[in-house]
Each structure stands twice: as structure tokens, then as C-alpha cells.
């Protein structure tokens, strides 16, 4: 027996569980556990390293657009940009994405146009001629180009650590430096190992970004999300030649896939190299060829930006097999919910998907049509469990 303020005994109960955990600090997580501990849920935030923000949150190129092919990424993207709008702490800077777009591809990007509008994407078709007043580029082989001038960049840091604060105060308890190293479901409450510590809890989020694989596993769960590692290389200052007063705009070239924009005073650029799988570590500095390459024939100026090494940096984006992110219960353990595998559109889609979350948790129909993202669209195998079914007891 205890004693109480009064001194009166008072019997020991065991700590009652968590209504959720939620695996993962970064922009997914932490959005996540602030909507969940809004709604009046017990939160447990668990991470393995110091702080949020530290995988691959804090390591992105920044991005939001409309400009995507499909609805429901273009709906998860403006519900994000509306938050992110009204969040001082977002730092929302609207430089626009400009995309040059080869002939084989006119077809197919316009219709995707005409889907952007629809959501209320101000997206503008530009012949190859408009393109050059906004970033002149050698236009071989382009049919034209889109512009949308309220796509652009967020801070990824500062939304992630304001995410992180909001669930505290609504009484999410955060465990930094807890390792996940094994996670069991019994009688419908979840046993995670973490760090020293051990969680239960009612229902589970699989926020672990390019990790949610690893998560899924130790469950006993399939989750498909693998590691890709993208590097973005760094210029050193512009010289006064190319350097201007407006930001270059986040400019991609839809042939190659080579992209850059402004960073300050500075470009950041880069192009994904599809080989790269797998949890590789480093830049990878051989590839910068390919990528000055790409660069050069399309943007010929390019010739007068240097590269300053050590300002370059890594991660991993946390690709599925269709490039598309994995929102929703899982078929075979209906506790276990996964908001992973954003493919490189984590950050901007954030903010959306920390709501769907806790709509998710809460038993409320989702805000946005997420039945796209269903994990069982993949293979008769998905949502099966896997090899390591015998960690459930
Ligand atoms: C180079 C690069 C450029 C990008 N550019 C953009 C862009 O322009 N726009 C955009 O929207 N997105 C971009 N992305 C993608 C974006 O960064 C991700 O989609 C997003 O950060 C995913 O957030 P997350 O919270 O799911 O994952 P993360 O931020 O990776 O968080 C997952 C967390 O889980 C933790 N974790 C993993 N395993 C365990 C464990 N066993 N126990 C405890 N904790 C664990 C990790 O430490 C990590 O903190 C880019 C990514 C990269 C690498």
C-alpha cells in the first residue's frame, strides 16, 4: 500500500494503458499525437532519438505543391496548405513549382491539370517562350510547362516541433531516446518495448517514416515501405551573374526529373537516382555527375554555380510501390493504423494526415476520401502477417 496526501493507504494500480502510441517524432507523428490528444485521447509519442524531427523530417527539401497527378494527393496537399497558411510557424513561403513538361508527357500532364483547377489549384499552362521570362532553360524538346504560384516551401523543423509542443500541452506524454525493439497484441491491447521502458496500449500508429517496414515487422505485420536514399547538393553562393532578387522557383525538369530552387542565396538541387534502395548512408557523390549532367542540358547557366560540399546533405524518402502513401487501419490487426510510406510528400501532406489520424482512431469518417490509400490495394499479401507472426503471443 501506498499513502495519499492525507496519509490514508492507498491501494497500487497497475498504470492504465495508453489509448494510442504512436511510433515516430517526425512531421507525421507528432501532427499525429497533437490531433489524437486533441480529440481527448491518452497519448504515448515514442521515438528512439533525442528530439523530433530527426529522421527524415529534418532532412527534406521542404516542398508543397498542388501539382499532383492524382486526387487524393492533391486533396491531402491544399488541407495541408490551408493549415500550414494560417501556422506562423510553418514559414510558408509561396515561391511557386514550375515543371517543364517533354512532349511525351503534354498529354498526360494536361489532363492532370485540368484536375489541379478542380481542387482550386491555381495552376497556369505556359508555352515554352512564358516558361523562359520565369526560369530560362534551354526548351528542346519541351512542349510547354505549368506554373502554380502558391506551391513552395515550409520549414519542416519549425512545424514539426510546434506539432510536438501542441500534444504535450493536450497531455501527450513524449518518450525520446526508446528505441522500439518489440511489439506484441494481446487480447486487443498492445505491449511495445521501448528504450527501458514498456507501453501498453489500446490502438498503435505506425509513424516511423522510412522504418514503418521495420515496425510493421517486429509486429509481425507486412508493411511495404522501403528505404530510398535522395541526396540535395548545395551551391555556394550565386554569383552576381545569376543571382536576382525574386527566389528561383522550385523548377523541375519532368524529362530527367532533375530539380533545383533558391535557398537564400544559395541553389539546392538534386535528382533521384531510382537504384538507390535500401537504407545506403552518405552521398553518394559519384551520382552528382548524372545530376550536373541533366542540369547543363536543360539550364545551361548552370555552368556558373559551384557546389559547396559540405552544405549537401541526405535521407531517405520511404517509398511504397506506387509512390503513394498508406493511410488506414490494417486488415489483419485492426488496432494497428499506418500513416507511413509518403514517398517523398510527407512533410507537405502532414498537417491533413494528423487528422485523418485521429478521425481514424476516433471512429469518425474521414474528412478526406483516403480509400486509395488503403494498405490492402497492393497485393493479395498485404495486410498478412509475416514471417515474424510467431512475436505475437
Ligand atoms: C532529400 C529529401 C527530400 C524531401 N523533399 C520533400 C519535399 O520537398 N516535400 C515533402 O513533402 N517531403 C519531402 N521529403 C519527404 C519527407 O521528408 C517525408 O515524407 C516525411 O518527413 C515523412 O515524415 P515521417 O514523420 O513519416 O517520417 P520521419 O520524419 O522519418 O519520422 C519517423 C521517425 O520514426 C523514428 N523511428 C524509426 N524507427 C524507430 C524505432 N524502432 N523506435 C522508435 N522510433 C523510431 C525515426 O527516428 C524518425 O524520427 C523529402 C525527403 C528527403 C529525404
Not at 498478412?384 to 507472426?389: I, M, N, Q, V
Request: with cysteine; hydrophobic share 45%; glycine share 10%.
Amino acid at each position: 500500500m501506498l499513502s495519499d496526501a492525507t496519509g490514508a493507504p492507498r491501494a497500487l494500480r497497475p498504470t492504465e494503458p495508453f489509448d494510442v502510441a504512436v511510433i515516430g517524432a517526425g512531421i507525421v507523428g507528432c501532427a499525429s499525437a497533437w490531433r489524437l490528444a486533441e480529440a481527448g485521447l491518452k497519448v504515448a509519442l515514442i521515438e528512439r532519438e533525442s528530439a523530433p524531427a530527426m529522421g527524415s523530417t529534418g532532412r527534406s527539401a521542404a516542398g508543397i505543391r498542388l501539382q499532383f497527378s492524382d486526387a487524393t494527393n492533391i486533396a491531402l496537399s491544399a488541407a495541408s496548405l490551408a493549415e500550414y497558411r494560417q501556422l506562423p510557424q510553418s514559414g510558408y513561403r509561396p515561391i511557386g513549382y514550375l515543371l517543364l513538361v517533354p512532349e511525351a508527357q503534354w498529354p498526360d500532364h494536361l489532363a492532370a491539370v485540368a484536375l489541379q483547377r478542380r481542387h482550386g489549384a491555381p495552376v497556369q499552362v505556359l508555352s515554352p517562350e512564358e516558361s523562359n521570362r520565369i526560369v530560362p532553360a534551354d526548351t528542346t524538346g519541351l512542349a510547354g510547362a505549368t506554373w502554380c504560384a502558391t506551391d513552395g516551401v515550409l520549414d519542416p523543423h519549425g512545424i514539426c516541433l510546434h506539432y510536438a509542443a501542441r500534444a504535450r500541452e493536450r497531455g501527450a506524454q513524449a518518450m525520446y531516446r526508446a528505441q522500439v525493439t518489440a511489439i506484441r497484441c494481446e487480447s486487443a491491447l498492445w505491449t511495445i518495448e521501448a528504450g527501458d521502458q514498456t507501453i501498453r496500449a489500446r490502438q498503435v500508429i505506425n509513424a516511423a517514416g522510412a522504418w514503418a517496414g521495420e515496425i510493421a515487422a517486429l509486429a509481425g505485420l507486412r508493411v511495404p515501405v522501403d528505404a530510398a536514399r535522395r541526396i540535395v547538393f548545395a551551391s555556394a553562393e550565386l554569383p552576381p551573374s545569376i543571382s536576382r532578387a525574386q527566389p528561383y522557383p522550385l523548377t523541375v525538369d519532368l524529362g530527367t526529373g532533375f530539380y533545383f530552387r533558391s535557398e537564400g542565396q544559395r541553389l539546392i538541387f538534386g535528382q533521384s537516382n531510382p537504384e538507390d534502395r535500401g537504407f545506403s548512408e552518405g552521398i553518394d557523390w559519384n551520382w552528382l555527375d548524372t545530376v550536373i549532367e541533366s542540369a547543363l542540358d536543360r539550364f545551361p547557366w548552370f555552368d556558373q554555380v559551384s557546389l559547396d560540399r559540405r552544405a549537401s546533405w541526405w535521407g531517405y524518402y520511404e517509398d511504397t510501390p506506387d509512390h503513394n502513401a498508406i493511410i488506414g487501419r490494417d486488415p489483419a490487426q485492426p488496432g494497428w493504423i499506418n500513416a507511413c510510406g509518403f514517398s517523398g510528400h510527407g512533410v507537405q501532406q502532414a498537417a491533413a494526415v494528423g487528422r485523418l489520424v485521429a478521425q481514424i482512431a476516433t471512429g469518425e469518417p474521414p474528412f478526406i476520401d483516403i480509400g486509395a490509400l488503403a494498405l490492402a490495394r497492393f497485393d493479395g499479401n498485404a495486410g498478412t502477417r509475416g514471417a515474424s507472426e510467431r512475436l505475437i503471443v
